[in-house]
């Protein structure tokens, strides 16, 4: 009996020592009460796929949204591309235009005419057209709207047609001729055209020429002829989600 009344005495001025010694050793001695370190998530690496599309994203500066001079008879708000320069202008008056690079159709692709804006959609769904599914049967018949869709974070609809006008997440595609006839921007700049066009603005899509036509079978060629090197042959570059769902939609 004595001998448990000395263990409790012993403790309890034990007590009172850590409490009058300060907290930290308070705490130290009723470590046994608090709750155990949680682990911390491991920190996250980049995204490569972000990055490489980050540094796709410069364009010439040919092909950069510009303010130009530009004399036309059609009203404030009417978009007119110009499919053999590979650009969009948006009508401003007072003989200035919104000038953007655009991606444009193939050979075999490209159309023109005189249609109007029906519809807009911030980050649509993608549902690939009959005629695009007859020729690449393994499409998705519905891709949901975001960074990895194809038409990027806007599109505005060409009513009669089954073309759009519309962003891409491979800015490498701009000024180039690539598309099934849709009209392509990079995601900054359809916004940007997004924000300015109404539903309802006239459309003038301008043929393609000879010219231009043989113009763009000669930059095939180019890169076609362009030298790999060994560290291309044998590291090739990580290709992004993006491009590779491009390189399939034809």
């Not at 009344?5 to 309890?12: D, E, F, M, P, V």
């Not at 490209?110 to 769904?125: F, L, M, N, Y």
């Not at 800015?171 to 009209?183: D, E, F, L, R, Y």
Request: charged share 20%; with cysteine; hydrophobic share 40%.
């Amino acid at each position: 009996m004595s001998s448990s009344r000395t263990i409790l005495t012993a403790g309890s001025f034990a007590l009172i020592a850590a409490l009058m010694s300060g907290p930290t050793q308070a705490q130290s001695l009723f470590s046994f009460l608090s709750e155990p370190p949680r682990a911390q998530p491991a920190a996250q690496p980049l995204v490569e796929e972000e990055a490489a599309d980050e540094q796709d994203a410069k364009l010439p500066a040919r092909l950069q949204r510009q303010i130009v001079d530009y004399k036309s008879a059609e009203a404030a708000g009417t978009v007119i591309v110009d499919t053999p320069n590979t650009y969009l202008y948006l009508v401003l008056g007072n003989g200035k235009a919104m000038r953007y690079g655009i991606g444009v159709g193939r050979e075999g692709f490209t159309w023109s005419g005189v249609k109007q804006i029906t519809r807009k959609a911030e980050w649509p769904d993608w549902y690939p057209p009959a005629s695009m599914l007859k020729r690449q049967p393994y499409l998705p018949r519905m891709t949901s709207g975001g960074p990895g869709n194809p038409l990027g974070a806007r599109a505005m609809y060409i009513g009669g047609t089954e073309y759009r006008i519309h962003g891409t997440n491979a800015p490498s595609t701009i000024g180039k001729q690539v598309s099934s006839g849709c009209i392509r921007l990079t995601n900054e700049d359809v916004i940007d055209l997004f924000n300015r066009v109404k539903v309802g603005a006239k459309v003038i899509v301008l043929p393609q020429t000879l010219e231009a036509r043989a113009r763009a079978r000669q930059q095939q060629a180019d890169s076609l002829a362009q030298p790999v090197s060994l560290k291309q042959s044998y590291a090739p570059a990580r290709e992004s989600a993006a491009a590779r769902a491009w390189s399939t939609i034809r």
